[in-house]
């Protein structure tokens, strides 16, 4: 007698599994019906043999196994088995029961650290590459907990209240992550060879996606720290309120960015690009008619005369990078700061019964027609952001640990560049620069003001930004 054992079930579900249309909806790809078309004809016969080998299989063992299956389950093992075996880890499912987290995240307001992660499939697990097994954090969000905590893009959670992330999906680990506002979180934090553990007070995650003020010498300053619905309507705001405020000059912050949705990306290049100008060009499915070229459609706002640096980092991904290389590429912008993450990827998002499946569709190019994906965008003035450096982290982890900071706050409640220098000068025999320390005084004070109160941009403490400033000012 031949003995079927479950796992066996699930690998034979995996090699099966084609994606059923009448379970999608909704979804946005960037390619032509016809071409689409002419893709599902080409497979239909197999997917057809497929679906219904998989439903003689699927009533098989309904039929004749020992107790009453789980129905869900196996829809659930089958979907996530499926997008497993593409072997791409932007790819993935998300099951009724993490449905609402993950749209959450989508409409970005929930309780939490303030991170974008990325974390392979544990299938692909390595165990000679901890960022084959540890989560790693591609950007925090501009004031969130995680950034004055200290974390940057790079750094790889390896831990979350003393539970190993080895074995957990990206969505397991930000559910992890995630919590009332006001409670506390435990992370272990791996960079660079070292570790250490770091507790951080969750809140209410909501970050507007652009923020502006005007700078000296008729300097504008906008930041986007993401894309989404609301971006372009509020980025046009945001260059009008500028412009009536007679700028002469602009930077776009775009550092830990981390990209979000195309078609918006692709309407904010409009507002600085002259009519025909490529933003980015498309390439779907290899063999297929999938290929598209994206071009300025004539609602440029600001004007060839007004120069304009963009601010970029390891942060800056995916429609952050597009829009960076489309001003770059149509010499509409300069670019300060480090190289970008190199995401060069679109994805579509779809409803899957009660769940969600995100899936790579395309790589995209940009109108020099090089593709950044895995290799970033160098920038032409590399200025690298102020940061700890590795020899300096216990002695940070310790400061921490003491509540150095925040008693320092407790007894100084001034925010003044007299107690920021007080703090350096206490602590300078704690191994940390100054300017670090100055920084993380003052992120503490911040932490502390009304939202609203806060600085939107600092260039004392920024020297990409002072750089900018400097280019804008005198050429170069």
Excluded: W
């Excluded at 099951?95 to 929930?110: M, V, W």
């Excluded at 504008?220 to 309120?241: D, P």
């Amino acid at each position: 007698m031949i003995k079927r054992s479950a796992p066996t079930f699930f690998v034979i579900l995996a090699l099966l599994l084609a994606i059923n249309p009448a379970f999608a909806s909704g979804a946005t790809e960037y390619t032509n019906s016809s071409s689409k078309t002419n893709v599902a004809a080409a497979s239909s016969d197999r997917i057809s043999t497929d679906m219904e080998s998989l439903k003689t299989l699927y009533r098989y063992i309904d039929t004749l196994y020992y107790e009453n299956i789980d129905n869900d389950a196996v829809m659930e093992k089958m979907a996530q088995a499926m997008l497993d075996a593409l072997g791409d880890k932007y790819s993935f499912y998300t099951p009724p029961s993490k449905a609402n987290d993950y749209k959450e995240t989508l409409e970005g307001k929930y309780g939490g650290i303030g991170v974008y992660l990325t974390k392979p499939s544990p299938s692909t697990n390595d165990m000679n590459d901890p960022s084959s097994y540890m989560v790693t954090i591609v950007s925090c969000f501009a004031s969130s907990p995680a950034m004055r905590s200290g974390l940057h893009s790079g750094d790889l959670i390896s831990a979350i209240e003393g539970e190993k992330v080895d074995n957990m999906t990206s969505t397991e680990v930000s559910d992890k992550l995630r919590g009332d506002a006001g409670t506390e979180v435990n992370v272990t934090i791996y960079r660079n060879g070292q570790s250490f553990d770091i507790s951080i007070k969750r809140e209410i995650i909501n970050t507007p996606t652009v923020s502006s003020t005007m700078l000296e010498n008729s300097i504008g300053y906008i930041m986007i720290s993401s894309y989404t619905q609301a971006t372009s309507t509020q980025l046009l705001s945001a260059v009008k309120g500028l412009m009536d405020k007679g700028m002469k000059s602009l930077i776009i912050d775009e550092r830990n960015n981390h990209g979000g949705d195309v078609d918006i990306c692709l309407q904010c290049a409009n507002i600085f690009l002259k009519t025909g100008d490529v933003i980015v060009s498309l390439e779907g499915r290899k063999g297929t008619n999938t290929n598209q070229r994206y071009l300025s459609t004539g609602s440029q706002q600001v004007g060839n005369e007004v120069p304009i640096v963009i601010l970029t980092n390891e942060g800056s991904a995916s429609s952050a990078e597009i829009f960076a290389a489309a001003l770059h590429d149509n010499k509409r912008a300069t670019l300060i700061g480090s190289k970008t993450f190199g995401k060069g990827i679109v994805q579509t998002i779809f409803p899957f019964g009660k769940g969600y499946v995100q899936i790579t569709t395309g790589h995209y190019y940009t109108p020099a027609g090089v593709s950044i994906h895995g290799t970033g965008i160098e920038p032409d003035i590399a200025v690298a952001d102020l940061e700890l450096k590795d020899d300096q982290i216990s002695a940070y982890e310790q400061l921490m640990k003491e509540k150095t900071i925040s008693r320092f706050v407790d007894e100084h409640k001034e925010f003044t560049p007299m107690n920021l220098q007080l703090f350096a000068d206490t602590e300078k025999d704690s191994g940390i620069d100054q300017q670090i320390l100055k920084i993380l005084v003052r992120n503490e004070y911040y932490a502390r003001m009304n939202y609203a109160d806060v600085p939107i941009a600092d260039a004392q403490f920024d020297p990409p930004l002072k750089r900018a400033l400097e280019f804008l000012q005198s050429g170069k």
